[in-house]
């Protein structure tokens, strides 16, 4: 299928034909299926998207009406016309109580829903290595030179608020009205608010108010410092596996750059999905990227499932991912036929078996329910079930090797629900944490940081 064509499908907001979709499944790489099976599971959950903070992916997503949201200064003054929000109290105040002076606390509420893109990813992590590849690519169209080596130093300089700027004026101009600010993370969840003058912005003050810590000095100040960078830790923690919930992502609107659609991405891409880069998509890529994103914003008869896919991946992770890793580890036919049997019970009797698994979630969607988004959604979710199903199956009927192939299987889903950091003290309150979370750890070295940490508040005293 033809790029031009894809987009004219897009564009008209009409299904791919059954046709279309068996060859879009021939030119979608296995490997990429299941990159976007995992950026899918992992929207707006900060585990997966700390192991990965390069993103690929956006998504256009509602924030409720009556959402609190925070934003925390140096003065009572006015907020400018475009500025963050954080979701979470604490990393609101982390940002500025660290700092000398007071701090003031813009508490707000949302008066109704409101539109917004989400990027994946640490997409708020201003550093060197990828972070910030989507967000120039969708702003420029392509990867500044001084930003393809990893190790060039002004990548992390470039003005948060000209990007904030810019971003808002896509809104303003491709949006139609429609998009109102931007969501990202870093150590935690913000949202870029793209207009704080309008009267009809969407959202109303609820309080101003000096929070300044008190210490036992007759001064405010310093003596948190250290305690804030704990605290936004720990509230990004609660957002680590569950999913951030004032946020409502629209699954028939989620764009990933790695469609088979957007030729200039590799499709033969490692395992190691945190060292990938956006640094070889062409401008057209990029171009039609966003083409297919403000057109689908304005779409109001485009086609959607309303099948919560995220809820979907979920349930697979739960359902065969201790199984796998169990797989994995025993050592007689026995166990092995028995953990192989448990995962695909529901499919047995006759034959078949392998496709029934393969469609358990999707069987009675027809092209005609689904977004053009969806259809990759739908090839990603089969094709991990064939994978996992295929192995289960071979397992149970057959003698394999089962502890070899179950390892590579792992290595093909790379789920990180396979890695944690064992029993955490908590009584000594400490996190169980999956990487050097900018900004609170981000003089950290990104290279050296290896798999799951168990920390605590000395780690944000040293490197804070």
Known sequence: ?????????????????????????????????????????????????????????????????????????????????????????????????????????????????????????????????????????????????????????????????????????????????????????????????????????????????????LSSLPRRGLPWANAAGWEWIRSAAWHFTAPEQRVIPDYCRFFTFYDPAFVSFPSNLTTRKNLHRLTGVTKSDATAFKTQIAQSIHAITMPCSGLDWRRVTQDIMDRYGARIHELSLVSTVERAREIAFAGVMPFLGERGEQERCRSAYTKFLTDEMLSPQEHLLKDSVEIVLERICGLFLEVYFDDVRWREKARELMMWLDWGVWRSCGRCNEKEGEVCVPGPMWPVLGLMDWEEWEGMRCVNRSIVERHG
């Open 1 to 213: 299928m033809s790029l031009l064509l894809f987009l004219l499908l897009c564009f008209a907001h009409i299904a791919l034909s059954s046709s279309s979709q068996s060859l879009l499944h021939h030119l979608t790489s296995d490997r990429n299926l299941s990159f976007i099976f995992t950026s899918l599971h992992g929207l707006l959950r900060q585990l997966p998207n700390t192991l990965s903070p390069n993103g690929f992916s956006l998504a256009v997503g509602t924030i409720p009406a009556y959402t609190i949201l925070y934003h925390a200064r140096k003065d009572a003054g006015a907020i400018p016309r475009i500025d963050w929000l954080a979701f979470d109290a604490e990393m609101s105040y982390g940002i500025m109580g660290g700092q000398h002076g007071d701090t003031w606390l813009h508490t707000f509420a949302t008066t109704r829903s409101v539109k917004v893109l989400v990027f994946d990813g640490m997409s708020a992590a201003i550093r060197t290595g990828g972070t910030l590849d989507s967000q120039m690519l969708f702003l420029y169209g392509e990867i500044p030179d001084e930003a393809r080596n990893a190790g060039e130093p002004e990548w992390s300089d470039k003005p948060e608020f000209q990007r904030a700027a810019e971003l808002c004026a896509w809104a303003q101009e491709h949006g139609g009205g429609e998009i109102e600010g931007f969501v990202r993370m870093n150590t935690g969840f913000e949202v870029l608010w793209c207009d704080f003058e309008t009267l009809d912005s969407g959202l109303k003050l609820v309080s101003k108010l000096n929070v300044t810590a």
